[in-house]
């Protein structure tokens, strides 16, 4: 905005045009720029009405609201409903079950991507690398009803072909679709097969921007392969790595409805109830509306905070964070 | 690793470099060996005779070809009318989504726009915060949107994320082009429509395969939304035919034998191949924008 110095009478020929716009009125600017606002508004109204109105339907976690009273004529309970959330036992099975699941994603599916790009990097044939590339991404493009699809046509145990093949070999068969105890794991073999590939990407991008003369000045120098991807490959993809962490963090309590909710089943209940399927349980199922819009919303303001926080951090550390 | 560098300088490589190499492009083989086979796997088994399926363990190629098991999910009305549904609101879903996201970005674009950071901090808290699926739900509800396709059209129209590398692209195109048509007496929307638009196909491309794909996949909304069956697009036909129907346990298995017998497994593996094959058609022509440039401009944002 070096436009707004005062001395912005000064006409300047090669950005004649935007000098002469910074001194005029907001009204002359708005009736030149007239097309400009309303190719925004559409969208300005989109947000207003199915972002900020919904947010302001949040009052209705500190109600008990009635859907024949309305957002206004339900009673005010201030924060009861935030109180029966967490003393209800639930409350702890599904944070357990949440943060069970993320920080395992955290751990294992997190650094996939990372090490499939360091491999890919090392790659030279480039028909090869774009071959796999190409393979990698696919499975991003399906629906998880499909991934459900296909892991209970792998793995179900009367004619799953893993187990058939399980039980040819005399291994014997494991059930992982209806256990408490596999769902964990579940859940998270099916993130690392359908997301690793396509979160190569913004690596790879992050990787080409490399000027790969610093490869062969350090390889003449004597650099082993290590020694590159220590010093060069990582360093370069660094920025990325936290920006992706910060947004990682900031969805530990987002595990998504659409996956748990299609793996789950009255079997594995107990290791697999996460805050979004109990919210759609309660809520949308069973009609306590106030109950699970409160819960929806700790969710929510314990996700912003994990955001900033993580990003507070990223910053104190020197890097350049998202926000 | 250097064998062949650019400059033609042939870097000694040891031996343990070269199998580190031939380690790395194995591992890599079987990735990508492993994203593809459940699919080539059951294409494989929707053609297959359901004998065939349950004699033998693992195949590629079926001995026996068999049409019976599309035959049967084409004339299963719940398929194809599910698809015609899929169909209608992935095209139209997209096209709006575009049209609300393309003409919303373009403003932002310009530096000297003024509101720009107002909008733009607007956007950001609702990448931040949201009122969440309960609130959603009753509002929606109370515009009138339950059980129509509206309530999953509307409420996705504009991904920020989408929007943001839109804008990001408008940004990185060359200024004059713009100046030029502005200064020939060219409007501000003539300008976006003549000359942004038709500069702007990878991003266009990019993004409308993001819509489309999240049309076609959608399950969750339209599960919540949509209470006429004969409104539910593929995905909801997929999950009733496959995931209801699957012998889970022998718990599941009682509960199926008193719902009657699931479909073959055939059937299944067909009804999966055909919701997924739209998409696969499509991706290959993407593929070539979004891992250029485009994704680019999301790491800058």
């Known amino acids: 905005m070096a436009g707004r110095k ?3 009478n000064v006409i300047t020929l090669s950005d004649g045009s935007t000098i002469t716009l910074k001194r005029m009125s907001n009204l002359q600017y708005f009736k030149q720029h007239i097309w400009l606002y309303a190719l925004l508004l559409p969208g300005l109204l989109y947000f207003i009405l199915f972002k900020y109105v919904p947010m302001g339907g949040l009052v209705i976690a500190f109600k008990d609201y009635s859907p024949f009273l309305g957002i206004w004529g339900s009673k005010w309970v201030g924060f009861d409903q935030f109180a029966k959330f967490f003393s209800t036992p639930d409350f702890w099975r599904l944070l357990r079950n949440t943060l069970g699941i993320s920080l395992l994603q955290l751990l294992l599916y997190f650094p996939a991507p990372i090490v499939l790009s360091l491999f890919l990097n090392e790659v030279r044939h480039s028909g090869y690398k774009r071959t796999v590339q190409t393979l990698v991404y696919v499975p991003h493009f399906v629906s998880w009803v499909i991934v459900a699809s296909l892991t209970y046509q792998l793995f179900n145990v009367s004619d799953g072909i893993i187990n058939q093949l399980l039980n040819i070999t005399g291994i014997g068969s494991v059930d992982i679709l209806s256990k408490s105890s596999t769902f964990w794991g579940l859940i998270v073999g099916q993130d690392i097969w359908r997301e690793t590939g396509y979160g190569t990407i913004i690596f790879l991008a992050a990787l080409a921007g490399v000027d790969q003369e610093m490869y062969e000045a350090a390889r003449v120098d ?35 409805y659409e996956q748990i909710f299609l793996m789950r089943n009255d079997l594995n209940i107990e290791m697999a109830d996460v805050f979004d399927t109990y919210i759609y349980t309660r809520g949308i199922k069973q009609g306590q509306y106030s109950f699970s819009a409160a819960a929806g919303m700790f969710k929510s303001v314990v996700g912003m905070i994990l955001v900033l926080g993580s990003n507070k951090v990223a910053k104190l550390f020197g890097e350049s964070g998202i926000y | 690793m250097a064998a062949k560098s650019k400059s033609g300088k042939k870097v000694q490589r040891s031996l343990g470099d070269k199998i580190v190499d031939v380690i790395i492009y194995t591992v890599l083989g079987l990735i990508a060996l492993s994203t593809v086979l459940p699919f080539l796997y059951v294409v ?50 997209t096209f709006l989504c575009m049209v609300f996201s393309l003409s919303f970005a373009y403003p932002l674009s310009k530096k000297h726009f003024r509101g720009r950071n107002v909008v733009l901090n607007m956007v950001i808290v ?26 999953l059209v509307l409420p996705a129209l504009i991904s920020p994320f989408n929007m943001i590398i839109i804008k990001n692209f408008f940004q990185e195109l060359p200024q004059e082009l713009e100046d030029a048509a ?52 593929i995905q909801i036909q997929l999950r009733s035919i496959i995931l209801l129907s699957s012998k889970v346990s022998e718990v599941a298995m009682d509960y199926y034998d008193m719902n009657g017998a ?37 790491v800058k944002g």
């Open chain 1, 222 to 256: 004597g650099a082993g392969r290590w020694r590159l991807m220590w010093h060069i490959t990582l360093p370069a993809i660094r920025g990325t790595i936290i920006m992706m962490l910060i947004l990682r963090v900031g969805g530990l309590l987002n595990t998504g």
């Open chain 1, 6 to 8: 005062k001395k912005s």
């Open chain 2, 182 to 233: 502005y200064m020939d007496g060219c409007t501000d929307l003539g300008t976006f429509v003549k000359i942004v638009l038709p500069l702007s196909k990878p991003v266009i491309a990019s993004i409308s395969l993001f819509y489309g794909v999240g049309f076609w996949n959608d399950y969750f909304s339209s599960m919540i939304y949509l209470k006429t069956p004969d409104k539910y697009p």
């Open chain 2, 262 to 298: 699931p479909p073959d497994k055939a059937v299944k593996m067909a009804c999966t191949v055909i919701a997924t094959v739209p998409i696969l058609c499509v991706y290959p022509f993407v593929q070539k924008y979004f891992t250029k440039g485009v994704m680019v401009g999301a």
């Open chain 2, 44 to 93: 494989a088994g929707s053609f297959a005779t359901d004998k065939e399926l349950t004699e033998k363990a693992f195949f590629i190629i079926p001995e026996v070809w068999s049409l019976n098991a599309y035959k049967y999910a084409i004339n299963t009305a719940n398929i194809l009318n599910g698809l015609k549904n899929s169909v209608i609101l992935t095209v139209m879903g």
């Open chain 2, 126 to 151: 609702t990448m931040l915060f949201g009122g969440g699926m309960i609130p959603s739900y009753i509002v929606y509800t109370a515009y009138g949107l339950y059980d129509t396709y509206w309530a």
